[in-house]
């Protein structure tokens, strides 16, 4: 059953922290991560079990699992929710695209605008964008725009050496989050899935990100990158427990 209260102690946070910052310290405290994927457990599109998982258990998730989870405990906050459809970038230059449904992003309306929540895409904004600015929003010294593209927007992020890659492009349209069944199974079972191809365990921290791939630990601290190669599963498992607190099951 969904507490707002533990949710908030998951986070160490109070319920009066600013949207910006309840944002940030989210991606700070629970990982993007799909390691359920790996074990063959099925993530099904159910709130008590997204609780169960991120918050009892005090795992990670992805798209579906976090913003699913964060979008009730806004509405319990008092917030204005809807969640939106996004199709992922396959191609830097936003020439491709995914499926609908492909990605599960918020919209959250407030007397100050309205504003794109994202604690499910992995390595992304940190505090939320303001959905009707077709500006460049400068986070952290990396700065962010969304572009009109028919009637979605396509989020923009500034490119690490020079020029912008595509994100995403997310319609405005309310979902359900039914609605994202068809492809919470895709992302979980098809070959074709990035997600079923390669564990991936990554989080924001106050000066950076640490990351978890197969057989490598990298530390962005800074903007200096750090690579440690990860001889075997014991140094892997070994590592997902110090920079994460996760713990798989033995053979799992």
Known sequence: ???????????GVDAGLPLAELHRVHLQSIAFENLDIHLKRPILL??????DKVIVQRRGGFCYELNGLFARLLRTLGHDVTLLSARVATQPDGGAYGPEFDHLALLLEDASGRWLVDVG???CFLEPLRFDERGVQVQDGRGYRLAEEGESLVL?????TEGWEAQYVVSPIPRQLADFASMCHHQQTSPDSIFTQRRL???ATPD???TLKEGMLV????GVRHEQS???EAAWRDALARHFDITLPKGG
Do not use: K, N, Q
């Open 219 to 222: 530390v962005t601290t800074g």
């Open 46 to 51: 159910d709130e008590d079990a997204f609780f």
């Open 208 to 210: 950076g990100r640490i």
């Open 230 to 232: 990860l001889p075997d």
């Open 121 to 123: 895409f992995g390595d």
């Open 201 to 203: 365990c990554t989080r």
């Open 1 to 11: 059953m969904f507490d707002a209260a533990r949710y908030l102690e998951r986070l």
């Open 156 to 160: 923009w992020r500034e490119a690490a």
